[in-house]
Each structure stands twice: as C-alpha cells, then as structure tokens.
C-alpha cells in the first residue's frame, strides 16, 4: 500500500476560478438577451463577432505564449461580452472584431495573460476603438425600432476598412430625425435635454439609445455580490461617489447640471460599476482599497462627463482607477490582528461575552491596563461591579 | 458572503467555514486493546529531549517513567505498557527524520493496569507543588502544539494572572476528541480546571465551546453545578461561534473577551493562561493519582476508516496497528493525516506511533484527494478572497506574489510574514489552488534560518 504526503491543509474549498467566471457569464446572460430584445439582429451579431474574436485570441495568445488560463476559464467569454455591452448596438462587426482582438491581446496577453492585467481587457479594446473610430463608436440607433428583428442596423455590415453606412437616411426612411440616435447623455450635454431617471432605470419607454436596463444590471449584480462572485464595496463606492458628487454639483447649480438619478443611471455608469470596476485582476486587492477606489472611479467620472469634451466618462475613470490600483493597494494594506488601534490600547470590543477583568480584581492585581468594563446584563453579577458604577 | 458575518455577530472577523464532517460527535470513546509494541520517541513535545533512564532488556510496569530530564522545558515519558523493553535508538519518526526512541514489547498475559504511581494529597497543596505534579506527569498540551502544560501554567514573575480560559473549541474538521471528552469526562475536566487556577493564581476560568457542540455545554454546565461553589474561584461555559479557527488561543480570546492580543505578545499579558479541554480532563484524573500520562483519545476518522470514532490509544502505539483494528481498507492510494485536515501532517509511513500531541488520524481515500488533484493552477486572480478569510489580517495575496519572487525579507519586514500561524484559511479560500500557506512555511522557516545565521 502507498500513502502520500502533502502539505496541509489537506482538504479546499469549493470555489475555482473557473466557477467565478461562469457565474459572471450566466448573470451577463439576461443582460445580453435584453440588449437582444432591445436592437435586434444587429446586437446579437455584434455579441458574437466580438466575443469570438476575443475567444480566438485568447486561444491564440495562450497557445503560442504558454500563458496559464485558457478560453475554458471563460475570462474571455467575459471581455467579449462587456465589450460588446459597450459599443453601439450598429457597430460595424468588422471593427467589433478589431476591439475585441486589441481586448485581448493588448490589455491581457501582453502583460502575460490572466490575473497579470493592469487594465481591464474590455476598456482596452474600448479604448482603442474609440480612438480609432470616433465616428462609428459615436453612432447610436433608437432602440426598439420596428423589423429588427428581420435586418440589421445598414453600418453593422460595412466592409472591412471602408466608411459604414450612413444611418441617418435610414433612420429617416424609419420616420425618425437625426437626433433620435443620440444616447441621452450626448443629447443633454450637447442639447441640454433630460431625460427623466425613471425612464432610464428601465430603458422600456420610447426608442431611446440606450444600452441594457440599469434595473436589469443592478439586479444581476445583486446576485453576484450575493453569491460572493463580486465585492459589494466596490460597486457601492462608485455609485455612492458618483451620486454624492452630482448632488452637491446639483445643489450648487440646478440649472448647469443636472440631477443626480440622471447622471446614476445614464450611459454606462451602472454597467461599469458592476461588470467593469469590479474586475479581479484590475482593482484592489484590500477591502480599504476597494472604496477609496470606487470613490476614485465615481468621482472622476462626474468630472470628465461635466467638465470635459466628452459626453461619457466611465471607461476612463475606470481605466485611470486601474492605474492606480497598485498605489492604492499600497496605501490601503490591512491592519494585521493585535496591531489594530483597539490592542495597542488594550481595549475591548463592543459586546464582548465577559469583561477582561473579573471585576473584584483590583487595577494594581491585574497587572496590565485596564480596560473600560463592560457587562452584559445576562452575564454573572458582581456585587462589586454594583458599587463601582 | 462576509456582510452576513458581521450581522451574525461572530467575535472575530474572516476565518472560514470549511464543512464539519463530524462524523464521530455521538459516538462514545472506546478502548483500543493493546499493541503488541509500543514505540515511544524521546520527543514528543516542543522544548529539550529528555534521555532514557531504562536499558534494553529492562522490564517496565505501565506508568513507570522511562525517560526523564532536569531540564525545565521538557517532560518526562512513562511507559505505556507493561512489557520489556526491547530496544532502544532510531525508529520513523512523526516528522520524517528517525528519532531516538524507546521499544517496549508488551507482555501479551499482562493485565496493563497502571502500577505505578505516586499519590498525593494536593488538597492542601500550593501552587508550586501543583506545577511540580503536573511536571512529573509528562503532560503536555493534548490539543496538537505538545507544549509542556507544566511550563504553560508557570507565569513569569512580572505578571499575574486572573483568567483560565479553558478552549473547548475543536474548530478542525473531522476531529471530535474534545467534544467526547467534554461530553463523557466533564467532571474530570472541572477538577484538572481546579487544580490549573490554583497553578496559576487564576480566579475565574471560562470554558469555550463552539455553538455546533451544544451537548458539550450542557455536560460541561452540568458538571459546574455539581461541584458547587468552589474555593478556587468561579467556573463558566460560555458557546463561541463556529468558525475555524475559533481554537487558536488568540482567536477564543476575542471571541470570549472581544479583545486582540496585541502582536507578539501571549495571553499571559493580558492575564490569561489557555489551555484545552483534553488536556485539564487528563490533568484532573492523574494528578490525584499521581500517574504519568500514558494514553490519549483520539479521533480515527475519514472516508477510509470503517469504524470511526474515538479510541483511549496508549501512547506509542504503532499507527498501522491503530488502522487495522479501526478497519481502514487497505488497497487503496490514501494519506494518512495526523491531526485534523486543515492543520494536520501527512504521515510519511505507518510504522510511526500516536504521540502525546496527536489529536486526531484522518484516513482520506484517493477519489476524495482526485478533486484537488485535478484543479488546475492559476496565477493570482485578486480575488480578494484570501484577505477577507485570513484571521491574522495578513495579505495573503499579496505575500503569496512576494513569495513566488523570493522576496522572503521583504515579507517579513513589510507584510508581518511572522504573525502567520499557519492556519491554512488562506490556500482553503483560494479559487486559483496557489500553495499560499505552503510557500509562507517555506519562507517562514528560511526567515528563522537567516536570523540564526546573525
């Protein structure tokens, strides 16, 4: 008979990071058939294209560089479906594909595949597009436009390397005007309209250019944060940051900004604080980290959609919270038992079962500091504690 | 999900849940028959080795000390049976390396009664003498650190102490001695109680039990009001929450007290001495008796073990004889652990023998082992998991990294590699299976060996 030896512990939780990736792509799953229900054909080949593009890479980049991960940790089932989340529901697939290639082999193979990102994979690929194609990345539709689920959107399928397709003709052959495609962030920077919150939180009313449901989002992270699959801090940070921010600014000046339900559930901030902020790899790693991170993220993004050319903010504020990360977590490392302000006081917690001290022991008996002595009601009494208080 | 801890109100912050697997909680201790042989090795606890005071060919009667030494941080060893004693020198030892160790044939018609042993009268006696007693002994912490009780109990001259925190926790999975003993040898545990508070000066002594054993408490309670009112002080049973590591001395206290120990410093400075449950049950029935410690309980568990439960196993029996008569299959690829899954030490041969400090043999089968075996190994995702589980407060994360780069000073001088008492939470949590508890022993023990080379 053999035995083997291994070192303890001998026994390991349930949780893989294969396991935590397959939540995050199941709870994207309603998302992405809202988002469906919401543009189309158009949607779904734009879900596809991308997220096969990333899977390619990422197959690519992990056999050819050795990396550790593969396409079956999901990692990159993630990316490619917030990426595609992120763009215009007529993106041309052919730049799709291009975001999602730089996603990958830009933001993650490059710096040596899973866990080793600085930044998160989507925004990269983002990032580049937005550069690269400013015009097509700025091109909403109406959602919810009649037949579309028969054709897709006429810019989805331009050639690769040419101009797409003007959707403003077509827009108008649909009886809508030009500035029916603008999201609702551009047409009240731009415009100065609002749009109520309450339509936003849903994204049901009307043929606005919006992505998926803010509700809808909220909810899927609920479960995730939940389920321990994401930290509720980070995600509660930025929205608290961002929120108290538009307030104060609302406060200060109602008619120059406008009110802060607006700026919560307009544009990406809701996906971003619960998909993107939250990635792993990106944010920190301390639990103090991660709110002064999401109080980063959260106010950045008031400021750069505000006080900057652009009408959104969050890929950037996310973008420069992940830079910061390594300084953050640095600033933030936890506290280690018996070093925390309460021992090198010698005090004790509130609640305690039993007071440090039995309470006849005089101060000089006990030797070391005294601390403050609690007692609960339901605890054996001392006469002596009677006299004493 | 750790919002919900905090709402729970458990005492101390991370730590986790790994799944009890109690599977010997309502059995009853049970006599293991005698070994043909025992083997008994010179060290069996921390601190110096004491030498043997008997020759080959010598016969011994059970209880009669075998090895002694004047050194203080030491025990001495009785003999655990009757017999002879058949050899004396290198056999396998707990660890791996071969240890100096006594071989005592028993004699197979002997009824193995304790026959030695030195009554005393310590209803009078003082504290020194009690600590005297307990060192003749031979006992040592029985919950798995094997540290000499006697020096445990002894406080240094600069302090006092007020408090006997008695730790009923047994946090591990799978082990259950503690509990069983609580259960059936209350009444000797309130004794062994008695005599450790006049050991100590102590005047009061808590009794922490985890809230899955509410039996426990009960027989512990139980066994307080029997004994009424005592000159010693005041004897509670308080429930902590269960959560490991709720047993590791620091952890107790602030579930018990909610107060940390500051960093570096032991309970005694706070006025507090700690000590487990099996090992004040052992005191208070040999110390009136005046006999050595020369038999334990231990939980023999596992999916391998075909009558689990927990046996009175005389020291130095072999472990292949204690798996036998437990019936664990045998054809199958299986490790054996010595002490509970998330501590314990993979036996490196069966010929080893149950020592003073072994609470627990976990006998795991292969397809239990098969699941880990085949998780794959991903660099550190950041998930955050194994900061929020560390009890320490360490960033295991983050040294883990430090430690894959051999940064192994810059772990000590900057992340508090050396509060890390090895618990294993952070590798349990860990969703890419990084060896993070292994790497930090590795660099622990390197760090050590750097400051003895200064």
């Known amino acids: ?389 | 999900m750790k919002l919900l801890s905090y709402f729970r109100g458990e005492a101390f912050q991370r730590g986790v849940h790994p799944p009890s697997c109690k599977l010997t909680a309502s059995t009853k201790i049970r006599r293991l028959p005698f070994p043909p042989k025992v083997i008994v090795p010179l060290s069996q606890h921390i601190g110096k080795v004491p030498r043997a005071i008997v020759k080959v060919g010598q016969e011994v009667v059970r209880g009669e000390p075998i090895a002694r030494t004047d050194d203080w941080l030491s025990v001495p060893h009785h003999a655990p049976v009757t017999g002879v004693v058949e050899f004396i020198g290198l056999r396998p030892g707990v660890r791996g390396p071969w240890v100096e160790s006594i071989v005592i044939r028993a004699y197979p018609a002997a009824t193995q009664e304790d026959l030695w042993g030195q009554p005393r009268d310590l209803a009078a006696a003082s504290g020194g003498d009690i600590l005297q007693a307990i060192w003749d002994t031979g006992m040592v912490g029985l919950g798995g650190a094997a540290f000499p009780t006697h020096a445990k109990l002894t406080v240094p001259k600069q302090a006092k102490v007020h408090t006997l925190v008695v730790n009923g926790c047994e946090c591990e999975p799978y082990l259950t001695c503690d509990h069983r003993v609580m259960v059936e040898q209350a009444d000797d545990m309130i004794v062994g109680t008695r005599y450790a508070m006049r050991a100590t000066g102590a005047v009061r002594a808590i009794v922490g039990i985890e809230d899955n054993k509410p039996d426990a408490l009960a027989a512990v309670r139980a066994a307080i009001s029997r004994a009424g009112a005592v000159p010693e002080g005041e004897i509670h049973a308080e429930l902590v929450p269960t959560k490991y590591p709720q047993g590791s001395e620091k952890m107790l206290i602030m579930a018990l007290f909610g107060i940390e120990i500051p960093a570096g410093g032991l309970p005694v400075s706070l006025g507090m001495v700690v000590n487990n449950v099996g090992t004040l049950a052992a005191l208070g029935k040999l110390l009136p008796a005046g006999r050595g410690l020369t038999e334990r309980v231990v939980t023999i568990t596992g999916p391998g073990v075909a009558k689990p439960g927990d046996y009175i196993v005389p020291l130095g029996t072999p472990l292949r004889f204690v798996l036998d008569y437990a019936g664990a299959p045998g054809a199958d690829a299986r490790q054996v652990i010595l002490g509970g899954p998330m501590m314990g030490q993979a036996a490196a041969s069966l010929d080893v023998p149950i020592t003073k400090g072994m609470s627990g043999v976990l006998v795991l089968l292969g397809d239990a082992l098969d699941r880990n075996e085949r998780l794959k190994t991903y660099p550190c995702i950041k998930c955050s998991e194994c900061v929020e589980s560390c009890p320490m407060g360490l960033n295991p994360s983050q040294l883990g990294m430090l430690a894959a780069k051999r940064e192994y000073d810059l772990m000590g001088s900057h992340y508090h590699l050396g509060e890390c008492f090895e618990c294993g939470c952070c590798t349990y949590v860990c969703p890419s299976n990084i060896p993070l508890v292994q790497q930090f022993r590795v660099a622990k023990q390197i760090l050590r060996e750097k400051a003895i080379a200064k």
């Open chain 1, 1 to 389: 008979m053999t035995i083997e030896i291994r070192s303890a512990p001998h026994i390991k939780g349930e949780r893989t990071v294969e396991q935590i990736m397959r939540h995050v792509v199941w709870s994207l799953m309603p998302i992405c058939l809202f988002y469906v229900y919401q543009y189309g054909l158009s949607a779904l080949a734009s879900l596809v294209v991308v997220t096969a593009s990333c899977l390619a890479t990422e197959r690519f980049f992990v056999r050819q560089g050795g990396q550790s991960g593969d396409i079956g940790d999901f990692s990159a089932v993630i990316t490619g479906l917030l990426l595609a989340l992120s763009i215009p529901p007529g993106f041309p697939l052919w730049m799709g594909a291009v975001a999602g290639f730089v996603a990958i082999a830009l933001g993650k193979a490059l710096f040596g595949g899973i866990g080793f990102n600085v930044f998160n994979p989507a925004l990269v690929g983002r990032a580049f597009v937005q550069a690269a194609f400013p015009q097509a990345i700025a091109s909403y539709t109406p959602s919810f436009l009649p037949g579309r689920f028969s054709e897709m959107i006429p810019s989805s399928m331009a050639i690769p390397l040419m101009q797409p397709a003007g959707i403003v003709e077509w827009l108008k052959a649909k009886q809508f005007d030009a500035l029916a495609g603008a999201t609702p962030l551009a047409k009240w920077k731009f415009d100065g309209i609002l749009v109520n919150a309450d339509e936003l939180l849903t994204s049901l009313s009307g043929h606005m250019a919006v992505g998926p449901s803010p509700a809808l989002i909220l909810l899927c992270g609920a479960y995730l944060a939940f389920r321990r699959f994401m930290d509720w801090r980070i995600p509660t940070a930025i929205l608290g940051s961002a929120g108290l921010t538009a307030w104060l600014l609302f406060a200060l000046s109602p008619d120059r900004f406008p009110n802060p339900f607006f700026m919560l559930f307009s544009g990406g901030l809701i996906l971003g604080a619960i998909y993107m902020a939250t990635d792993m790899a990106t944010s920190p790693v301390t639990p103090k980290g991660m709110w002064v991170y999401g109080a980063l993220i959260g106010l950045l993004t008031v400021i750069i959609r505000y006080y900057s050319g652009l009408p959104e903010g969050v890929m950037y504020a996310i973008l420069l919270g992940n830079a910061a990360t390594p300084l953050i977590e640095k600033i933030t490392q936890p506290t280690p038992f018996g070093k925390s302000a309460l021992a090198v006081l010698g005090r004790a917690r509130k609640g305690a079962s039993y007071p440090l001290h039995p309470g006849y022991i005089s101060r000089e008996d006990a030797g070391a500091v005294t601390p403050k002595k609690r007692f609960l009601s339901n605890k054996p009494k001392m006469q002596e504690r009677d006299k004493e208080s």
